[in-house]
């Protein structure tokens, strides 16, 4: 057995340096909202933020050379990270149009299936408990509306 690669882990901290800056920068935008509607994003980009920060202090921790290099994503993990990534770029596309609603509807089965869980009934129920529990937590307790779309016009 031959001994194992080793790279600098530059992936960590060039993500982690992106994902605390998005975090930081949202998390600044969330002082404009009201109290009450601004708890969940805030506590969400404060946890987004510290697991940031933590994997820079990982990648900075691991100094050249203390990673093991892996077999690296197949042809399949690639394709599905693409088509998830391209499923909420639609979503967000569309939201304004569609609705949360609609939009939600349609994106949660896709991307059970994407990531390969083909249940229906199953896929079907955590749909529509999803879409409704999200739209009633929102809008009764945050009283943040959703964009409604079709749905409203």
Same mark, same amino acid.
Request: overall charge positive; proline content about 6%; aromatic content about 8%.
């Given at each position: !057995?031959? #001994?194992?690669? =080793? =790279?600098? @882990?530059? #992936?960590?901290?060039?993500?982690?340096?992106?994902? /605390?800056?998005?975090?930081?920068?949202?998390?600044?935008?969330?002082?404009? !909202?009201?109290?009450?509607?601004? /708890?969940? @994003?805030?506590?969400?980009?404060?946890?987004?933020?510290?697991?940031?920060?933590?994997?820079?202090? =990982?990648?900075?921790?691991?100094?050249?050379?203390?990673?093991?290099?892996?077999?690296?994503?197949?042809?399949?993990?690639? &394709?599905?990270?693409?088509?998830?990534?391209?499923?909420?770029?639609?979503?967000?596309?569309?939201? @304004?149009?569609?609705?949360?609603? +609609?939009?939600?509807?349609? &994106?949660?089965?896709?991307?059970?299936?994407?990531?390969?869980?083909?249940?229906?009934?199953?896929?079907? +129920?955590?749909?529509?408990? !999803?879409?409704?529990?999200?739209?009633? +937590?929102?809008?009764?307790?945050? =009283? +943040?509306?959703? @964009?409604?779309?079709?749905?409203?016009?």
């Amino acid at each position: !057995m031959g #001994e194992a690669k =080793r =790279r600098f @882990p530059w #992936e960590d901290l060039a993500s982690g340096a992106v994902l /605390l800056a998005v975090a930081l920068l949202l998390l600044v935008q969330t002082l404009e !909202m009201p109290a009450e509607a601004s /708890l969940y @994003p805030q506590f969400v980009l404060g946890a987004l933020a510290a697991a940031s920060a933590a994997l820079i202090i =990982r990648g900075l921790v691991l100094r050249g050379g203390l990673v093991a290099e892996g077999p690296g994503l197949t042809r399949e993990q690639l &394709l599905r990270s693409a088509a998830m990534v391209a499923a909420l770029v639609f979503y967000v596309i569309l939201l @304004p149009v569609l609705g949360y609603i +609609v939009n939600t509807l349609w &994106l949660v089965p896709a991307a059970c299936l994407i990531l390969g869980y083909r249940r229906v009934i199953p896929i079907a +129920v955590a749909t529509l408990i !999803m879409a409704a529990g999200a739209y009633f +937590v929102f809008s009764t307790i945050f =009283r +943040v509306p959703l @964009p409604g779309g079709v749905l409203v016009s």
